[in-house]
């Protein structure tokens, strides 16, 4: 039976390739769904891969992650990063690793993006690599966890 991970986006990443291209590019969500597909394929994983603009649905999405056994979380969740316990503690509960990414570097814009309540569980963080910081973050996940590359 195939590891199965989740890869889960915060509010506004169902807006990507509409949202202020110079600085999220144009790649749309569906975009990066099929990269973070492409990617899970090439380790063997199943992935679930959601997007949210409401906290406790995205809280719900990482219980349910660690009901459903998965392997480990991907998660961008973008504004919530910087407001939420709610997301720290649901993360902090599922035990499984989780890596941490953004699409923009936050450590280059405005001062309240550079605090990330994740990163307090995250076992890694990307920033700044564009949508292909995802594959980056499943290829990272995916060492974790022993899944090798086929």
């Known amino acids: 039976m195939a590891q199965t991970i989740y890869v889960l986006n915060g509010p506004n990443l169902n807006m990507l390739g509409v949202r202020e291209p110079a600085k999220y590019g144009s790649a749309t969500l569906k975009d990066v769904e099929s990269l973070c597909a ?8 199943d992935m679930v891969f959601r997007q949210s603009n ?3 649905e995205l809280v719900t999405f990482i ?3 660690r009901i459903n056994k998965a392997s480990g979380i991907v998660i961008n969740p973008a504004a919530y990063t910087h ?17 941490e ?25 990307l920033a700044g690599f564009g949508v292909q910081g995802y594959a980056l973050a499943i290829e990272g996940l995916a060492g974790m966890i022993g899944a090798k590359e086929r």
């Open 63 to 65: 219980q349910e992650a």
């Open 54 to 56: 409401i906290e406790g």
């Open 83 to 99: 407001t939420s316990v709610a997301i720290l503690d649901a993360l902090t509960l599922t035990e499984l690793p989780v890596i």
């Open 38 to 45: 492409d990617t899970c394929k090439r380790f063997g994983l």
């Open 101 to 125: 990414i953004h699409i923009t570097n936050v450590h280059q814009r405005e001062s309240f993006r550079h605090h990330s309540y994740v990163s307090k569980v995250a076992r890694g963080v």
